[in-house]
């Protein structure tokens, strides 16, 4: 099965730091890379995606780095606050009908 | 408000007994998909629709049937749950073929006894 791997499990920042997340991807055939991110007891929400053919996207405090020589992409939350702590997943498609995603991070950011 | 209505919220059965978990959006997509989400493995999609009439098969299908008779509803059925069928599920509904512009439903949280 075509896998995303995700790392760290969890991750604990303190306030105004620098959170980020990992994942590396196997099928060359992914093209477009979204981030979600999930509160408790509320599904999955888009937060910021990217497609290959660009190294960097930035939305606010959340920066994708796409690195596709080594089929590795992660998310950088800048100036990280207790409001952004929630499971963050990634995720890669190939342009039809499947999505895969990680297994999650849970980010928790310390007051 | 655009949204993707799942219900019940929370549901509690014995193994064997079918139930059908019901999934409703209001923003006239073509694509919607279920996935079910375990500690650890992240979000797995068991089945999707491109349109109604039209399913397929997810990466975990196996005991779950689907069916898109109209465009805004896409329920979810188990015909005999099982215990290892305990999850969380969500639906979801993307207005292109990139599912990666997905909306989540809020999530249904089944146990299996």
């Known amino acids: 099965q075509q896998q995303v791997k995700q790392s760290p499990q969890s991750l604990i920042v303190q306030k105004g730091g620098i959170s980020i997340i990992n994942c590396a991807y196997e099928?060359?055939?992914?093209?477009?890379f979204p981030w979600y991110q999930q509160f408790p007891g509320k599904g999955p929400a888009l937060l910021i995606a990217?497609?290959?053919?660009?190294s960097e996207k930035k939305e606010g405090r959340f920066t994708i780095s796409f690195n596709k020589s080594a089929k590795q992409f992660s998310l950088h939350i800048m100036d990280s606050q207790p409001g952004d702590s929630a499971t963050y997943f990634c995720a890669a498609g190939d342009g039809g009908f499947k999505t895969i995603f990680g297994a999650g991070t849970r980010l928790f950011v310390k007051a | 408000e655009a949204q993707v209505t799942q219900n019940p919220r929370y549901l509690i059965t014995v193994t064997g007994k079918k139930l059908t978990v019901t999934c409703s959006q209001n923003m006239n997509h073509e694509y919607m998909s279920w996935y079910r989400q375990d500690p650890g493995l992240g979000l797995r999609q068991i089945y999707y629709?491109?349109?109604?009439?039209?399913?397929d098969k997810g990466d975990v299908p196996e005991g779950y049937k689907v069916s898109r008779k109209e465009k805004r509803n896409f329920p979810l059925i188990l015909e005999s749950p099982s215990p290892n069928q305990t999850s969380l599920y969500f639906c979801a509904s993307s207005p292109t073929l990139g599912q990666w512009r997905a909306f989540f439903g809020q999530g249904t949280r089944l146990t299996v006894v």
């Open positions: 629709s491109m349109n109604v009439e039209v399913t």
């Open positions: 990217i497609r290959p053919d660009v």
């Open positions: 099928n060359t055939a992914f093209d477009y």
